[in-house]
Each structure stands twice: as C-alpha cells, then as structure tokens.
C-alpha cells in the first residue's frame, strides 16, 4: 500500500515514462542486446522504487514499441526489430487497443475542456501554454512529444478544478497518448508533419480555452480526439487489408 501511495502522489504517469525510458535508453545503448533477459518485475520495482503496476506499464510500452516480448513463465526478454518490417509493422491489437483507449477519453475530455474554459484561473491557463511550448520545442528538436503531450492534457484537466478529470487521466498512464505510435519513428518527415498536425489541433483548444469559450473548446477536443479515432480507424482498416 505504501508503494501505491507513493506512485498516487508523483503521479503515475511520469513514473510508468521515467521507467520506461530507463529501459528503453539501456536497451538501445547495448547494455542490453537482442536475447538478453531484462532484470525480473520485482527487481525492476526495487531499482527504481516504484509499483508493480508501473513497472507493467512501462514495460507494456516497450512491448508496442517492438523492443522486448514477455515469455510466460520465463521473463522478459529484448528483441531485435526486422528491419524489412519496420516501416510497416504495427500490431493490430495494439491499434485496436489504442482506439479503445480514445473513444473513452473523447466524452470525458470534451467535458474537461468546456469546463476548463470557464472555470481555469491565470496560473492554469499559464501551465496550458506552457505545455503547449513544451511540445513545439519537441517537435523543433525532434523529440517525442509523448510526455510533453500528457502533460497538456494533464494540464487542461487540472485546469476543470474537478480533481477526477485528473486523476482519470492520471490513472491511464502513458497509455492515454497513443497517438505518438501512429506513425513510425524511422519515417522521419511523416513523423514531423503529424507532431504538427497534433500540435495544430491542441493549439485551437487552448486559445479558446484562453478565451474561455466553453462551447469552441468543447468543439475543439471533440475534433481532436474524434479526428484521432478516425486515423487510428484507417490504419486499423490498412492493416487488415494488408495482413488478408
């Protein structure tokens, strides 16, 4: 019970990304190679003083990601990517995953945004912005917006004054944003253009939860995360087709 705690009060979002990114940075700098077995659920819940259920998150990450795969009753392990796939390899139920995951945001965060925009004080309608900032600088130094991006939504949700609308968000984890896995990493241009895209959409919502217009945030989310659903629709559409 202590550990949840602890996960509840530093938010487990940024923990499930701070594990998560300790793993990914030791398997792409060879520390750990394809076929190595990745330190046990429980060490990994000592090493970085954290839950079991982050340590699952992040590791869940990580399996999207294709960089390990869990063998039942054997560990987890790093795999190495096939490189003739890697422009197009993508798991279906990952796809159909993350659609679940958006359709049950899109009433949720509708709601968050309209009331954002009336009820948000200067220093909310700041820490907005500055999220906002935060994903420009990613996309300008060719980050992942990944974290930046739940930050902004984290933000909009906090900015309601309704704690649930956080902590909902908050309790998804990293999860909440699998926009980030739309389009491949090595597909650079395609990549760019779609941050921009993402960044475009979040900028409609803000200014008018800035102007506290609750009807056009409400507008803007819903086009956000419904235009989100229809991408991952069409890619869950291509993949059938392709694997039939």
Do not use: W
Not at 84 to 94: F, M
């Amino acid at each position: 019970m202590a550990m949840q705690g602890k996960d509840r009060g530093r938010g487990s979002g940024s923990l499930v990304s701070r594990v998560g990114e300790s793993l990914r940075q030791a398997i792409l700098s060879g520390q750990y190679a394809a076929g190595d077995k990745l330190p046990s659920e429980h060490e990994l819940t000592e090493t970085h003083s954290v839950s079991r259920t982050v340590v699952r998150e992040a590791v869940a990450a990580l399996r999207s990601d294709g960089l390990v795969e869990v063998r039942q009753g054997a560990g987890i392990f790093v795999i190495s990517p096939d490189p003739a796939l890697s422009g197009r390899k993508v798991d279906k139920a990952r796809v159909a995953s993350d659609l679940e995951v958006l359709e049950i945001r899109t009433p949720v965060e509708i709601e968050a945004a309209g009331l954002a925009a009336l009820r948000r004080s200067p220093a909310q309608e700041e820490a907005i912005f500055e999220c906002h900032r935060k994903i420009l600088h990613c996309i300008e130094t060719d980050q992942s917006i990944r974290e930046a991006d739940l930050e902004l939504h984290v933000a909009i949700a906090e900015a309601t004054n309704n704690p649930l609308f956080k902590h909902f968000l908050e309790s998804q984890g990293s999860a909440i944003i699998p926009q980030s896995r739309l389009v491949p990493e090595t597909r650079t241009v395609e990549q760019t253009a779609y941050r921009k895209l993402i960044h475009r959409e979040h900028e409609t919502i803000i200014v008018a939860i800035s102007d506290r217009d609750d009807q056009a945030a409400r507008n803007a989310m819903r086009e956000h995360l419904v235009g989100s659903q229809a991408r991952y629709r069409n890619l869950l559409k291509d993949l059938r087709s392709f694997t039939s």
